[in-house]
């Protein structure tokens, strides 16, 4: 996992190092309408991607950006190392010895999906992307995943700080130009609301678990030991203490500080909730109201998000 995790902070500092060479404009490409940013995806990956072949046994977590994936990542990480019996510590970042491939399924080379069907199981991946642009694989086998949502003015408001943060992202001179385009569609990997309209549809399957990013802050080791028992991973009381505290804001972010001082603070910035009370006006919190009432409200995914304790001022 240390070597996965370099992997990954090298694969970033290559694609903001390649960023840094293009005009605002040219750092997202479209595929089938959707925006992603192009120094991390390609149509190629996207189009090989499509044949990908999912195990049975393999992890998936699936989020909308800033939703709290890294968060997720961490936790399932070592449940994972729990279930193949090795030992972890308060002070270690990972246990894994071979280094693995970029975890986000999108994102990498058109050739890293033949790498991946090398690796042993349980092989874990993340997502951003909407349920109809995975793998049909992924489906077919009833792969378990487990789908992180998060109340949408924070995600607005960390992704907001987090395009401004990292430059594989179009910057934003205002937040009020942000949440235009986040409104609108232009924002890498879409709409937050289709996102989770489109996510509803599955929320039935018995291999798709939802847990918020709210009820995970409210209560860790419940969420923890819930995420433990859909994935069938034993846990004894000292290992479900140590999972919350290797996985608690503060740690993570001490530990990518000694690994990579310099992103620890975009993709570790606050980890609360409520921030967006700092940014959005009265007009803005009228309007994303508006949206959501009219497509996520009426859906079971919505109702779990719940809206007004998270999203009314």
């Known amino acids: 996992m240390e070597n996965s995790r370099k992997s990954l902070i090298d694969f970033v500092d290559k694609a903001v190092a390649a960023a840094s060479l293009l005009n605002r404009d040219e750092l997202m490409f479209s595929y089938k309408g959707i925006l992603y940013p192009v120094t991390i995806c390609s149509p190629e990956a996207f ?5 990908f072949e999912a195990r049975s046994d393999d992890v998936i977590l699936a989020g909308y950006p800033k939703s709290g994936t890294n968060w997720l990542r961490r936790i399932l990480n070592d449940l994972i190392a ?8 308060k002070e270690s970042s990972g246990d894994a010895e071979k280094p ?3 975890p986000y399924l999108e994102v990498g080379d058109p050739e890293k999906y033949e790498r991946m069907m090398k690796l042993p199981s349980p092989r874990f991946m993340a997502t951003h992307l909407c349920p109809e642009n995975l793998p049909t694989s992924i489906f077919r086998n009833k792969v378990k995943i487990l789908l992180l949502v998060r109340n949408p003015k924070d995600v607005a408001t960390s992704f907001f700080h987090f395009s401004n943060g990292l430059g594989i992202f179009p910057s934003y001179d205002t937040w009020d130009d942000f949440f235009t385009d986040f409104m609108s569609k232009k924002v890498a990997w879409g709409s937050y609301f289709e996102y989770l309209y489109e996510w509803n549809k ?3 399957k018995e291999n798709i678990m939802t847990i918020t990013y709210e009820e995970l802050k409210e209560n860790c080791a419940l969420g923890v030991k819930n995420i433990a028992a859909f994935f069938r991973i034993p846990l004894t ?3 479900l203490q140590l999972v919350v505290e290797r ?6 972010k001490k530990n990518l500080e000694k690994t990579h001082r310099t992103i620890s603070n975009i993709l570790f910035r606050k980890g609360g909730v409520s921030d967006w009370k700092n940014l959005f006006s009265e007009e803005q919190n009228e309007k994303m109201d508006k ?6 409200a009426g859906t079971k995914l919505g109702k779990k998000l719940k809206y007004d304790v998270y999203c009314k001022a």
Not at 82 to 89: G, H, M, P
Not at 247 to 252: G, P, T, V
Not at 291 to 296: C, G, H, I, L, S
């Open 47 to 51: 189009k090989a991607l499509e044949s």
């Open 82 to 89: 729990i279930s193949q019996n090795k030992t972890l510590s």
């Open 100 to 102: 693995e491939e970029i």
């Open 202 to 204: 599955y929320i039935d």
């Open 237 to 239: 009381e000292e290992e």
């Open 247 to 252: 996985s608690s804001f503060q740690s993570m």
């Open 291 to 296: 949206v959501f009432e009219e497509q996520v």
